[in-house]
Nanobody
Framework: QVQLVESGGALVQPGGSLRLSCAIS????????IGWFRQAPGKEREGVSC????????YYAGSVKGRFTISRDNAKNTVYLQMNSLRPEDTAVYYC????????????????WGQGTQVTVSS
């Protein structure tokens, strides 16, 4: 059974950092590309970052490039999203999904999704 479980969301002040985790069961990280997505209230879901399954190439949305870093730990079968220099506009529910089409930062509704973790950036 495939499961993706996100954790690490919290309330943080602007300029702060968080590390989100996506723990995966049911397949290994070399099988599917994994993406991070976010959805803010009243807005459409958007792709944030992606890591390729074969060579670990990483992709970022322009709004987070230079601030967020995606990585993976194959031994723990977990993908991380390190978020630095957080801004109020980063406030959203963050999801991981597989498989993700990294080049377009998209995933289908029928793909595997986690339940989401809330990130709130506010003073």
């Amino acid at each position: 059974q495939v499961q993706l479980v996100e954790s690490g969301g919290a309330l943080v002040q602007p300029g702060g950092s968080l590390r989100l985790s996506c723990a995966i069961s049911g397949f290994t990280l070399d099988y599917y590309p994994i993406g991070w997505f976010r959805q803010a209230p009243g807005k459409e879901r958007e792709g944030v970052s992606c890591i390729d399954s074969s060579d670990g190439t990483t992709y970022y949305a322009g709004s987070v490039k230079g601030r967020f870093t995606i990585s993976r730990d194959n031994a723990k079968n977990t993908v991380y999203l390190q978020m630095n220099s957080l801004r109020p506009e980063d406030t959203a529910v963050y999801y991981c999904a597989a498989p993700t089409m990294c080049a377009t930062m998209t995933a289908h509704e029928y793909d595997y999704w986690g339940q989401g973790t809330q990130v709130t950036v506010s003073s």
